[in-house]
């Protein structure tokens, strides 16, 4: 009796060992996120790339030397956004809004690399308080300020606690990102972070890119620079052409690194429950791009797959700023924003149940990483963009323009030549070199997408100009903007001109 006994209780001890054997594994190689309604959430970010630079936007380049597949595929998983804006036509402020889902105005964030105060809410800190892992890799964010600073200044940031990103995340990479051969240690980095996510908790996870941010590829082999189509504002000038060529190569090298994220997620098993963002930073770092507030300098891709919620194939035209993105990713896990955040969900528009109830977008532009005598360092204007126009107000005018990361580049030097040699066309020498600028631009996105005749004090337009003025101006009151209103400015400039 007592030998049967302990066969039984050695044979169920041993089927026990077996069961949980096979709960164990199961457990592990389960999904990062079981319940389907708290989503895992992908925000893939692109560093310096406007549209129309995917070929789903209809890009005959991009099109033509088959560039983007990967991003095409994704794009025809879910909705294409048309009309999506960043806040600012460079990294760090535009970056920093999509956190805090404010305006990098009222965060006080126009200076390049500034980070915001210390008890600005970011959108992640309310998933972390709902139970979200949330992470940060890749291209660097900002949002602490910048990855190399002198060391009285980081002191500074310290003291004033606005360089808390250990506290507020739960993986933190500062990295400089991925170039060149980097791009075969995306999807290791995505791993890597993802392995250290608690079994069956829902995460968040940013990942920036640099491409195709400067220094572009070095090579840009299947591309001829001959054979691509230039937009008619940019001088047709053999160094224009490689500049470009070497910027859609690295639109390539993108497109293959974000095809490897995608591949992850079908191999983890988590494609179906994970949300997936891809949005361009800021404006390309081309002419009349990144810098400015023109439509390259802030009018990016927002491709946006949530499989069972958004219809595959789908596109929108609604108006998207970047500060809301934060709102639309809380409510689509079950949470409100943080008070004070601005953003609008825009969840009903991505469902097809609601349009989102937005007349305007805003855009400022400050102090960039460069001299303060050119406007590619140091430039103050302010947009409003509606369905049709866009109306911008320079602060200072007196200044002739200078592209973005392109001063000391040749395709740059190579315009300044055509101009000394009277090689430059009436409409580029007035587009690059006109000296005062126009204090105020009004252009019909409609008809002139390219942004080339102002029509600022046309008598055609007068009622449309004075809208989108006042609306600037109502909104600069409320982010407590430090720029003079465009009508106080304008008044002081004709006074001045009377008083001569």
């Given at each position: 009796?007592?030998?049967e006994?302990?066969?039984?209780?050695?044979?169920?001890l041993?089927?026990?060992?077996?069961?949980?054997?096979?709960?164990?594994?199961?457990?592990?190689?389960?999904?990062?996120?079981?319940?389907?309604?708290?989503?895992?959430v992908?925000?893939?970010?692109?560093?310096?790339?406007?549209?129309?630079?995917?070929?789903?936007?209809?890009?005959?380049n991009?099109?033509?030397?088959?560039?983007?597949?990967?991003?095409q595929?994704?794009?025809?998983?879910?909705?294409?956004f048309?009309?999506?804006?960043?806040?600012?036509?460079?990294c760090?402020?535009?970056?920093?809004?999509?956190?805090?889902?404010?305006?990098?105005v009222?965060?006080?964030?126009?200076?390049?690399?500034?980070?915001?105060?210390?008890d600005?809410?970011?959108?992640t800190?309310?998933?972390?308080?709902?139970?979200?892992?949330?992470?940060?890799?890749?291209?660097?964010?900002?949002?602490?300020?910048?990855?190399?600073?002198?060391?009285?200044i980081?002191?500074?940031?310290r003291?004033?606690?606005?360089?808390?990103?250990?506290?507020?995340?739960?993986?933190?990479?500062?990295?400089?990102?991925?170039?060149?051969s980097?791009?075969?240690?995306?999807?290791?980095?995505?791993?890597?972070?993802?392995?250290?996510v608690?079994?069956?908790?829902?995460?968040?996870?940013?990942f920036?890119?640099?491409?195709p941010?400067r220094?572009?590829?070095?090579?840009?082999?299947?591309?001829?620079?001959?054979k691509?189509?230039?937009?008619?504002?940019?001088?047709?000038?053999?160094e224009?052409?490689?500049?470009?060529a070497?910027?859609?190569?690295?639109?390539?090298?993108?497109?293959?690194?974000?095809?490897?994220?995608?591949?992850?997620l079908?191999?983890?098993?988590?494609e179906?429950?994970?949300?997936?963002?891809?949005?361009?930073?800021?404006?390309?770092?081309?002419?009349?791009?990144?810098?400015?507030?023109?439509?390259?300098?802030?009018?990016?891709p927002?491709?946006?797959?949530?499989p069972?919620?958004?219809?595959?194939?789908?596109?929108s035209?609604?108006?998207?700023?970047?500060?809301d993105?934060?709102?639309?990713?809380?409510e689509a896990?079950?949470?409100?924003?943080?008070?004070?955040?601005?953003?609008?969900?825009?969840?009903?528009?991505l469902?097809?149940?609601?349009?989102?109830?937005?007349?305007?977008?805003?855009?400022?532009?400050?102090?960039?990483?460069?001299?303060?005598?050119?406007?590619?360092?140091?430039?103050?204007?302010?947009?409003?963009?509606?369905?049709?126009?866009?109306?911008?107000?320079n602060?200072?005018?007196?200044?002739?323009?200078?592209?973005?990361?392109m001063?000391?580049?040749d395709?740059?030097?190579?315009?300044?030549?055509?101009?000394a040699?009277?090689?430059?066309?009436?409409?580029?020498?007035?587009?690059?070199?006109?000296?005062?600028?126009?204090?105020?631009?009004?252009?019909?996105?409609?008809?002139?997408?390219?942004e080339?005749?102002?029509l600022?004090?046309?008598t055609?337009?007068p009622?449309?100009?004075?809208?989108?003025?006042?609306?600037?101006?109502?909104?600069?009151?409320?982010?407590?903007?430090?720029?003079?209103?465009?009508?106080?400015?304008?008044?002081?400039?004709?006074?001045?001109?009377t008083?001569?």
């Amino acid at each position: 009796m007592h030998t049967e006994l302990s066969t039984l209780c050695s044979v169920w001890l041993q089927s026990l060992r077996q069961i949980v054997s096979i709960f164990l594994a199961s457990a592990f190689s389960l999904p990062l996120m079981a319940d389907p309604s708290q989503p895992n959430v992908l925000l893939i970010l692109s560093d310096d790339h406007s549209v129309p630079h995917i070929s789903c936007y209809e890009d005959v380049n991009t099109t033509k030397f088959h560039i983007t597949p990967n991003l095409q595929k994704f794009a025809e998983q879910g909705m294409r956004f048309d009309r999506a804006y960043t806040t600012a036509p460079q990294c760090a402020p535009s970056r920093i809004s999509i956190f805090a889902c404010r305006s990098p105005v009222g965060l006080g964030v126009t200076r390049f690399a500034q980070p915001a105060r210390e008890d600005v809410p970011f959108f992640t800190d309310v998933l972390r308080a709902g139970g979200y892992w949330v992470g940060l890799d890749g291209r660097h964010h900002h949002l602490d300020g910048r990855i190399r600073e002198a060391e009285h200044i980081d002191t500074a940031l310290r003291h004033a606690g606005m360089q808390n990103l250990e506290k507020r995340f739960d993986h933190l990479v500062r990295s400089a990102g991925t170039k060149g051969s980097g791009l075969d240690q995306v999807s290791k980095r995505i791993e890597a972070a993802l392995d250290t996510v608690p079994n069956n908790k829902p995460f968040f996870l940013y990942f920036g890119f640099n491409q195709p941010h400067r220094k572009f590829s070095a090579t840009f082999d299947g591309i001829d620079p001959a054979k691509l189509e230039l937009p008619p504002d940019w001088p047709d000038l053999p160094e224009v052409r490689i500049d470009y060529a070497r910027y859609l190569a690295s639109v390539r090298e993108l497109d293959q690194g974000f095809g490897q994220i995608m591949q992850l997620l079908v191999e983890r098993g988590i494609e179906d429950n994970t949300l997936v963002l891809f949005m361009g930073d800021n404006g390309e770092a081309l002419l009349r791009g990144k810098g400015t507030l023109y439509d390259r300098g802030t009018h990016v891709p927002l491709l946006i797959r949530w499989p069972g919620h958004v219809a595959p194939h789908s596109e929108s035209s609604a108006l998207v700023c970047g500060t809301d993105l934060g709102p639309m990713i809380l409510e689509a896990c079950g949470m409100k924003p943080a008070g004070g955040m601005t953003g609008k969900s825009f969840v009903g528009e991505l469902t097809g149940k609601k349009q989102i109830d937005r007349r305007y977008v805003f855009a400022e532009r400050g102090w960039h990483f460069g001299p303060i005598t050119r406007t590619d360092g140091l430039d103050f204007s302010r947009s409003i963009t509606s369905t049709r126009y866009r109306y911008i107000y320079n602060a200072l005018p007196e200044r002739s323009y200078t592209p973005v990361d392109m001063a000391d580049k040749d395709a740059w030097k190579a315009i300044q030549q055509a101009l000394a040699a009277g090689r430059l066309s009436p409409l580029h020498q007035r587009l690059y070199f006109q000296k005062p600028r126009p204090m105020t631009e009004l252009y019909d996105l409609q008809n002139d997408p390219l942004e080339l005749r102002n029509l600022s004090g046309n008598t055609s337009t007068p009622e449309t100009e004075d809208t989108l003025r006042k609306e600037l101006e109502a909104w600069m009151i409320r982010e407590s903007d430090f720029l003079p209103l465009p009508t106080h400015a304008l008044q002081t400039t004709r006074k001045k001109s009377t008083d001569k």
